[in-house]
């Protein structure tokens, strides 16, 4: 059982946060949160594009006393690569 696998995506909520770039084909397939948010080409939604498109405003937050997510720098919209 996996990250990926249908119990993690479902009932355990980091696992929805989980980009693996050693497992892309699975991330994207099985993901069952980020993919869409990401506009993965796969999964791009178009509705999803026109309503993000329509907003006026976004609210992005970043937890600077975190101590689940060490660095919490981390925690600001970024990745890594596989190499």
Same mark, same amino acid.
Not at 6 to 16: E, R, S
Not at 23 to 38: A, C, G, R, S, T
Not at 64 to 70: G, H, K, L, S
């Given at each position: 059982?996996g990250?990926?696998? /249908?119990?993690?995506? +479902?009932?355990?909520?980091? $696992?929805?946060?989980?980009?693996?770039?050693?497992?892309?084909? &699975?991330?994207?397939?099985?993901?069952?949160?980020l993919?869409?948010l990401?506009?993965?080409?796969?999964?791009? /939604?178009?509705?999803? +594009?026109t309503?993000?498109? $329509?907003?006026?405003?976004a609210?992005?937050?970043?937890?600077t &006393?975190?101590?689940?997510?060490d660095?919490?720098?981390?925690?600001?919209?970024?990745e890594?690569?596989a190499?």
């Amino acid at each position: 059982m996996g990250v990926y696998s /249908d119990i993690a995506q +479902k009932h355990i909520g980091p $696992a929805g946060y989980f980009k693996d770039p050693y497992h892309l084909d &699975e991330y994207v397939k099985q993901n069952h949160f980020l993919p869409p948010l990401n506009n993965h080409p796969t999964v791009a /939604d178009a509705s999803r +594009k026109t309503r993000l498109a $329509a907003l006026d405003r976004a609210v992005l937050v970043r937890f600077t &006393e975190d101590t689940v997510v060490d660095p919490t720098y981390s925690e600001w919209f970024g990745e890594y690569t596989a190499d």
